[in-house]
């Protein structure tokens, strides 16, 4: 198991940017495939977008495509999300993930979520 402690959200404006961080403990984390997933009131929740164990591969959600990027540093321990052009829509808690592959992000180990809220 991996401990998350996501970071970094608050009150943006529509068309600014923020980064998410989601600090891992542990020695295994750079074996772990990271994800981000988010989830607004009355919405499922969401995945934003992943990263393989080793960050040669990425995968966004269509939404968030060209205005989110994931990457990693595996010696910091913490995978982050730059996020871009931001929207009213993005508003919602992000959640961090671990797991041993992408595929089982949501079964994973989860932070506790940070709030995004993005003002038009």
């Known amino acids: 198991q991996v401990q998350l402690v996501e970071s970094g959200g608050g009150l943006v404006q529509a068309g600014g940017s923020l980064t998410l961080s989601c600090a891992a403990s542990?020695?295994?984390?750079?074996?772990?495939?990271m994800g981000w997933f988010r989830q607004a009131p009355g919405k499922e929740r969401e995945r934003v977008a992943a990263?393989?164990?080793?960050?040669?591969?990425?995968y966004y959600a269509d939404s968030v495509k060209g205005r989110f990027t994931i990457s990693r540093d595996n010696i910091k321990n913490t995978v982050y999300l730059q996020m871009n052009s931001l929207k009213p829509e993005d508003t919602a808690v992000y959640y961090c993930?671990?797991?041993?592959?992408?595929?089982?992000?949501?079964?994973?180990?989860w932070g506790q979520g940070t709030q995004v809220i993005v003002s038009s």
């Open positions: 993930a671990a797991a041993p592959n992408v595929a089982t992000l949501l079964q994973g180990s």
């Open positions: 542990g020695r295994t984390f750079s074996t772990y495939a």
């Open positions: 990263i393989s164990w080793g960050g040669g591969s990425t």
